[in-house]
């Protein structure tokens, strides 16, 4: 079977694409996606980071289609191309009336805690947030609340924490709402106080999406990259 050079060569170019004895017959681009989608600068390697999950990607940057023009927001190659399918399901989801911009799922630990930090992050950057401490009235049947979160949010977020990791395997409501989000490109792990490697010995399904660390940078960086992917003010 021929194998792919990205990991050696990279795929900046369609005709870097089409020199890869594995990649040279898609018509789509590298991984399916476009290259259209994101650019990259001179310096770009592939390579390092995380065993490619959350993507340090050593020196390597890029700058994705919808980040506007002058932002300071600044990505690695891997968060671009993790990234990617996320924006396109917002984008296709983006027409659809009153839905909120993202879903957050997270361990009923941390709610006053990391969760409520990410939450406070992103609605200070005008993301509207679906959270459960606001979102469940006094009353409501949760999963009910859930489920109704769920179907009225564009994106969700995963805030993977060693809580959440406790919690998996319980196979409580975390995990039946990850089961939802996983089943389409509408996920983003955030991982806080563990690592992608914790995670998969819990949920490979999970841990094979790639995502964002506290690790690399800090929840407000973390949060500024969130909000500039679900913003539509952007000349893209």
Same mark, same amino acid.
């Given at each position: *079977?021929? &194998?792919?050079?990205?990991?050696?060569?990279?795929?900046?170019?369609?005709?870097?694409?089409?020199?890869?004895?594995?990649?040279?017959?898609?018509?789509?681009?590298?991984?399916?996606?476009?290259?259209?989608?994101? #650019?990259?600068?001179?310096?770009?390697?592939?390579?390092?980071?995380?065993?490619?999950?959350?993507?340090?990607?050593?020196?390597?940057?890029?700058?994705?289609?919808? %980040?506007? $023009?002058?932002?300071?927001?600044?990505?690695?190659? $891997?968060?671009?191309?993790?990234?990617? +399918?996320?924006?396109?399901?917002?984008?296709? &989801?983006? @027409?659809?009336?009153?839905?909120?911009?993202?879903?957050?799922?997270?361990?009923? !630990? !941390?709610?006053?805690?990391?969760?409520?930090?990410?939450? !406070?992050?992103?609605? /200070?950057?005008? =993301?509207?947030?679906?959270?459960?401490?606001?979102? =469940?009235?006094?009353?409501?049947?949760?999963?009910?609340?859930?489920?109704?979160?769920? /179907?009225? %949010?564009?994106?969700?977020?995963?805030?993977?924490?060693?809580?959440?990791?406790?919690?998996?395997?319980?196979?409580?409501? $975390?995990?039946?709402?990850?089961?939802?989000?996983?089943?389409?490109?509408?996920?983003? +792990?955030?991982?806080?106080?563990?690592?992608?490697? $914790?995670?998969?010995?819990?949920?490979?399904?999970?841990?094979?999406? #790639?995502?964002? #660390? @506290?690790?690399?940078?800090? *929840?407000?960086?973390?949060?500024?990259?969130?909000?500039?992917? =679900?913003?539509?003010?952007? #000349?893209?």
């Amino acid at each position: *079977m021929a &194998r792919c050079t990205a990991p050696v060569r990279g795929h900046s170019s369609a005709a870097a694409a089409a020199a890869c004895p594995a990649c040279r017959y898609r018509s789509s681009g590298y991984g399916g996606r476009s290259y259209s989608d994101y #650019s990259y600068p001179s310096h770009t390697s592939f390579g390092g980071g995380s065993g490619g999950r959350s993507g340090s990607g050593g020196s390597s940057s890029a700058r994705p289609r919808w %980040s506007r $023009a002058g932002s300071s927001v600044s990505y690695t190659v $891997a968060q671009v191309q993790a990234l990617t +399918p996320i924006r396109r399901t917002f984008e296709n &989801r983006a @027409t659809l009336p009153d839905l909120r911009d993202v879903f957050l799922c997270h361990a009923w !630990d !941390d709610r006053q805690g990391a969760a409520k930090e990410l939450h !406070d992050l992103l609605v /200070a950057r005008g =993301v509207s947030v679906w959270f459960s401490e606001k979102d =469940v009235l006094l009353g409501l049947p949760l999963m009910r609340a859930i489920d109704k979160g769920l /179907a009225n %949010s564009k994106i969700g977020l995963v805030l993977v924490t060693p809580a959440l990791l406790r919690r998996l395997p319980q196979e409580g409501i $975390a995990d039946k709402e990850l089961s939802a989000l996983l089943a389409r490109d509408q996920l983003v +792990p955030v991982v806080h106080n563990t690592t992608y490697e $914790a995670l998969r010995d819990v949920s490979p399904l999970l841990g094979s999406r #790639s995502g964002l #660390s @506290t690790a690399e940078e800090s *929840m407000a960086e973390i949060a500024a990259k969130l909000a500039e992917l =679900v913003s539509l003010n952007l #000349s893209e």
